[in-house]
């Protein structure tokens, strides 16, 4: 049986072509028997695409925007992440599956090709917020200094250069946007921005709840906005993830609720980085026609 020691800082471990967190690669056969509810709904995303935020917003939505309901327990707890394993510490996504009372919302970073097979035979309901990949490099380099569970980043300069070679938990950012972008064609699968949640929470917020199948009233809209706005989630111990063990995640490194702009990328790009970026995403993301903005003013 692992322990922690046995976890902590570990390589990555290729899982059908993946690189996977080791910790969570290991006994992977249980992902893949994974039995979905036709009730489940997905949250996905690539790391650090806001996540947290969007679970916390659809949370509220399916509780009418009530905040004392959603106080009922930590953002972990009422929004179980799916691949989540660290032995030793008895963290087990799967097994807080088990007693997770319909309707679950379940979080995942998994790319498609990893995601339990029952999620789409079920046609389960699924959001994927997806962030501009330069705000998202920025954000994975913090959360890998204080996140036990991953790999040291290195220099930011060696960190870009493995997260531009998909060298990263869960693999490359290119691809896992497109396959997701590729799967709303023929899945039911509501695909947002983090970029248009931070310029329009309200237009959004309709859309999820739209989906959801939800009608809300502008108070209840606003109540959303203002209890899962940045500033609020951050000083929130239920969502700002300070619940967990801080030999797993150690906020003195890093905050977990760091910044949640856009356009930080700006502050660790050197020109030579951008140019650099540029052109492989240029190569990239050719094809399907994207709106992501990495500026809050060029939106
Ligand atoms: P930064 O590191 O850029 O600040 P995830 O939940 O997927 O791990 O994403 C974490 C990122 O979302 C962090 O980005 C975090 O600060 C940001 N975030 C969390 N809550 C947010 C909110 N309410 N509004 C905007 N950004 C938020």
Redesign the pocket.
């Known amino acids: 049986m692992a322990t922690t020691e046995d976890v902590w800082r570990k390589d990555l471990k290729m899982i059908h072509g993946y690189p996977m967190i080791y910790a969570f690669a290991l006994d992977w056969e249980r992902m893949e028997e994974f039995q979905s509810r036709p009730d489940d709904l997905v949250i996905s995303?690539y790391?650090?695409?806001?996540?947290?935020?969007i679970s916390?917003i659809v949370d509220m939505v399916l509780n009418d925007g009530n905040v004392e309901k959603c106080k009922r327990d930590v953002i972990t707890s009422k929004v179980p992440m799916l691949e989540m394993s660290v032995p030793g510490l008895n963290i087990s996504g799967i097994e807080q599956l088990k007693t997770t009372p319909p309707p679950r919302i379940i979080k995942t970073h998994l790319p498609i090709d990893l995601l339990p097979k029952s999620f789409w035979e079920n046609k389960c309901k699924m959001i994927y917020l997806a962030r501009n990949a330069k705000?998202v490099a920025?954000?994975f380099y913090?959360?890998d200094l204080m996140n036990s569970l991953h790999p040291l980043p290195g220099t930011w300069e060696e960190y870009l250069h493995k997260f531009l070679a998909g060298n990263v938990p869960y693999g490359s950012w290119f691809s896992h946007v497109k396959s997701w972008w590729e799967k709303k064609k023929e899945h039911p699968l509501l695909f947002l921005y983090?970029e248009d949640?931070?310029q329009n929470p309200k237009e959004e917020i309709k859309k999820i709840a739209s989906f959801l199948g939800k009608t809300l009233d502008n108070e209840t809209l606003d109540r959303i906005i203002h209890h899962?706005?940045?500033e609020?989630?951050?000083d929130n111990p239920m969502v700002n993830c300070t619940h967990m063990p801080s030999s797993m995640l150690d906020h003195s490194k890093s905050p977990?609720?760091?910044?949640?702009?856009v356009g930080?990328w700006k502050n660790y790009f050197t020109v030579a980085q951008n140019e650099k970026f540029d052109a492989i995403y240029k190569k990239e993301m050719s094809g399907p026609t994207f709106k992501f903005c990495t500026d809050i003013q060029s939106a």
Do not use: N, Q
């Not at 790391?47 to 935020?53: I, Q």
């Not at 977990?256 to 702009?261: A, D, H, L, T």
């Open positions: 995303t790391p650090k695409s806001g996540t947290t935020w916390e705000d920025v954000s913090h959360f983090y949640l931070k899962t706005s940045f609020m989630m951050k977990f609720m760091r910044k949640g702009v930080d």
